[in-house]
């Protein structure tokens, strides 16, 4: 089921606000130029846009608060009627119907407007149409002003109403003025609900969570009601009225046995029987609070007839008293247990529960023998239980401590520590020992540790890993003398000659003979290099006779040609870096890359004009 | 799941009733309320375009309120001579004879006045209109197969037709009126009353710029329309009930989509 939550209702705003709003947005969201040379159907199209602009604008708006808003019919009726207590589902649906109406007038004069438009003639009368449409329409708008202020003033009290599930686990508190409802749900639930002397400090319906038995319970605190029949009740008393009339609830009444509230017993019981029919189908229990006051054994003979009535009657009656919390517990399990049993009799009545049934097969196992086998239960749980039944008291707890001490108390957690020996509790421990930091040499596995170094095996273990280690670090440090090179070519890089290859495989064991078709030889042949293949014997040296092959020897390079010291070649080549910067940065190719990648950037073709140049807008 | 509590109802001012407001809360407060007219008058400075021309104008209207109200307050506070404690009518003697005279020339006024309006014209609220040309009230709609004809022509005002109307064949009628600019209805507003009434229109009794556009049914600025007033409920003297009364056009009803009439009584 879906949780009733009002707080997702946008804000609704004032007329004149509303009115601001969408003028301005039609100023700002439409185009704002045009002239009187331009041809009639660009004026017309130009006017008749903001007219329709504006009508949409109203359109979605008021469409968006009618939908927002919950309608009466369509809401749980618990939620129905207390919104009629509390708003008066008369104003309501009237204020509402004000907005569909504005909503339709508005569409109706932009539709006038807009064929009125068709035959403006002129830049002057299209604009006349324009400014009385939307001086029309903004006065629809402000004849709304007091319907949208009551929906301003229901959606933030909406939004606050608690969030309860009509339809789950729910435990209803009522009874007089200040008998103890919110005091009870205080207790039992997390809900911080106010507790004052006087009377109605409770003014509204407030819900809190708790659990039981594994399942999630609503408890639902009520203002007080008072005796008096139905029609004389105000809102606040009428939201009680409409809790109890349309939840599926536990019903407590909570009565007050020491009459501080004010009213006599009497009083309440005739309150009781008067409400009594609004009690009808639930599980009814009577809290018959205050009893740290006075106890029902305690009262006149009257009095307790009273309740001994209401017994005989069948309903249980509990004595509690939130101060003390005595019986707290009692009420809440019995309440909880009466619906429980309430809620699956009206379910196994119903029709659905034959679809779960006859899933539901529930096995037991069968005795293969006459041996007794009960459950296991560890003889700590077993005490601990034992404990929890009798309520003993817990063990004290630091703060029951620090409440005893007052100032002298200090918190020592030391005292709690488990050690071997317990003088060395507290012990001062060092934070630096010997240059080292303690932190860093903590090991929870120590002692274990140091019970293996005791042993002989190990000893001797542990000898010759140590003497392995120290050799392993000699010869690391004897061959990274040996090595002169410094860092080497890798292996690939260098050429292998064949016959070298051939030998070193032969070596190994390989046979090598006949090898000419191999691929490592044809493809040796293959290569340039001519002059490893074939040794032609060659006479003296002969010299290049081209004069370019010549000078290329002889001539520097273009970087070199030219400088006359290392400091001018260093300025040089300075000088071209910086030259290449601009171009890098640009992502150029070099300087006759003129390639422009964006012709027409986005962020200077769009956008109004309004004070930049052509460089930024 | 978990059991947190939901804020339900009053939970703000709760809180405020159970754990008071922060501690620096008051200084805060006043702080706030001293800096708004600084920022106030910032926002006035930098304001530019339309939001500022709406903005000043508020805020004059704002400020001689101000000023009114600050005006009232002294006025209590000080005593003033109360000038006119001499009453109406009462005056000094060597005023006393000149007062006749002034009487005798309102009266002699007011017989030339009724002199110069010729006898049978009506006493209307607008006696003088803008007259509109033809060009300005029919446009030309050109016809046949090269477009040279040009004897139609379409009424761009606003205009009555009667309930009865029924158009000539499209092939003959030579003065077009468009439904978009037929209106039934016009705001009449009764000068003494000082009510407005949607009024059904029964007919076009004169158009003063001419009659042709009077027997055509356009209604201009100035235009006198007999409208249908059994709403209003008069009666004659005779016991008759009156259901038809003139009233006069006091806008342009072309440039704003409706026709404003004062009823002439």
Known sequence: MALYNFKKIMVVPTSKEFIDITLSKTQRKTPTVVHKHYQIHRIRHFYMRKVKFTQQNYHDRLSQILTDFPKLDDIHPFYADLMNVLYDKDHYKLALGQINIAKNLIDNVSKDYVRLMKYGDSLYRCKQLKRAALGRMCTIMKRQKQSLEYLEQVRQHLSRLPTIDPNTRTLLLCGYPNVGKSSFINKVTRADVEVQPYAFTTKSLFVGHMDYKYLRWQVVDTPGILDHPLEERNTIEMQAITALAHLRSAVLYVMDVSEQCGQTLEQQLELFNNIRPLFANKPLLIVANKCDVKKISELTEEDQKIFADLTAEGISVIETSTLTEEGVMTVKTEACDKLLAHRVDGKMKGKKVHDVLNRLHLAVPAKRDEKARPPFIPEGARIGRKTMEVDAPKRKTERDLEVEMGDDYILDLQKYWDLMNQDEKYDVIPEIWEGHNIADYIDPDIMKEELKVKDEEMQEIRQLAKQIREKRKLKIVCSKDKDVHGPRLPRTVKKVERKTLEKEMGDLGLDMTGKDDSHYAVNARRSRSVGVAKKRKREASVVPTSRTRSQSASRPPRDQSGVRDPKMAKQAKKLMKNQQKDMNRQGKKGEADRHVFDLKPKHLFSGKRKSGTNDHR | ?265
């Open chain 2, 1 to 265: 799941m978990c059991l947190l509590p939901q804020p339900q109802n009053e939970h703000i001012e709760l809180h405020r009733k159970r754990h008071g407001q922060r501690l620096d809360h008051q200084e805060r407060k006043r702080k706030k309320e001293s800096r708004e007219a600084h920022e106030r008058s910032h926002k006035a400075r930098k304001m530019i375009g339309l939001k500022a021309k709406l903005y000043h104008k508020q805020r004059h209207s704002e400020k001689i309120q101000m000023k009114k109200t600050l005006k009232m307050h002294e006025q209590r506070k000080t005593k003033q001579k109360n000038d006119d404690k001499t009453p109406e009518g009462a005056v000094p003697a060597y005023l006393l004879d000149r007062e006749g005279q002034s009487r005798a020339k309102i009266l002699s006024n007011m017989i030339k006045q009724k002199r110069k309006e010729k006898a049978g014209k009506w006493e209307v609220p607008l006696p003088k209109v803008r007259a509109q040309g033809e060009t300005e009230v029919l446009k030309v709609i050109r016809t046949g197969k090269r477009q040279k004809k040009a004897w139609k022509r379409m009424v761009t005002k606003v205009c009555f037709v009667g309930d009865n109307f029924t158009r000539k064949p499209p092939k003959y009628e030579r003065f077009i009126r468009p439904m978009g600019l037929r209106f039934k209805k016009a705001h009449v507003t009764h000068p003494e009353l000082k009510a407005t009434f949607c009024l059904p229109i029964l007919g076009v009794k004169k158009n003063p710029s001419s009659p042709l556009y009077t027997t055509l049914g356009v209604i201009t600025k100035g235009t006198v329309v007999e409208v249908n007033v059994s709403e209003l409920g008069l009666v004659t003297q005779g016991g008759k009930v009156i259901w038809g009364k003139y009233a006069q056009v006091t806008n342009n009803p072309e440039n704003d989509g409706c026709i404003n009439a004062v009823l002439l009584v």
